[in-house]
């Protein structure tokens, strides 16, 4: 199974990744954590590119190929290795991060952008998704405003989160919106029933 979390930065979806996956150790599961963009070297290296301010903008088409760069190369040499080893994969962002950011963000036509992310995934989805969901003027407040990401406005980030509830709206069948607005211990008691309910599905659904 293939679970991703998104959202905008500041939102919480790594706290509530890490819970998850020590909880998962401790049913007997083995996943693999990983994030993007990131996960093997090469996508490291265009991560520290991509979020490391500098002394003039980045293009649009340009940020949007270079996450699709890494992401070629994390799916090929973590996600889809893992998938076929019969790993549960957890990552800390994906497709949806480039539609919300890149596309709602940005403004980048998106029939365009997801003829590049089918290109560079090769079509691979994720299962279940996480949509941890905060007001942005709150999650700014919580965020460090470190990386070049961070430092864009407000009506910036208003437009990925509204990009973000249309892919929700979307697919529902994958995406659940969790209230970020709430205690740490409460959220992730919500993803972890969730989970279990969706690899109790698995289980039933292998064994036919």
């Known amino acids: 199974m293939f679970i991703t979390v998104e959202g905008i930065d500041g939102c919480g ?18 996943p693999v954590l990983t994030r ?6 090469l996508s490291e290296e265009i991560r520290r590119l991509l979020l490391r301010p500098g002394p003039e903008p980045v293009s649009a088409v340009a940020e949007l190929l270079l996450y699709a760069a890494a992401r ?21 962002r994906y497709s949806d991060s480039t539609l919300a950011y890149q596309v709602a963000g940005r403004g980048l036509e998106r029939s365009w952008a997801e003829a590049v992310l089918a290109g560079a995934t090769g079509g691979l989805r ?11 003027e709150q999650a700014l407040a919580r965020a460090a405003r470190a990386d070049r990401l961070e430092q864009e406005d407000l ?3 208003e437009r990925v989160r509204a990009g973000y509830l249309a892919i929700a709206r979307a697919e529902p069948e994958r995406v659940v919106v969790i209230d970020s607005n709430g205690p740490v211990a409460a ?10 309910a969706r690899l109790a599905q698995a289980r039933r659904e292998g064994d036919r």
């Open 126 to 136: 994720p299962d279940l998704t996480f949509l941890f969901d905060l007001a942005p």
């Open 72 to 92: 070629a190369e994390h799916v090929a040499r973590v996600i889809r290795p893992a998938l076929a080893a019969g790993r549960l994969v957890l990552a800390d």
């Open 36 to 41: 993007e963009p990131g996960g093997t070297w």
């Open 155 to 157: 009506a910036f980030f």
């Open 13 to 30: 979806k790594t706290t509530q990744l890490e819970l998850l996956a020590e909880w998962l150790r401790e049913q007997g599961e083995e």
């Open 187 to 196: 959220i992730q008691a919500q993803v972890r029933r969730l989970v279990a």
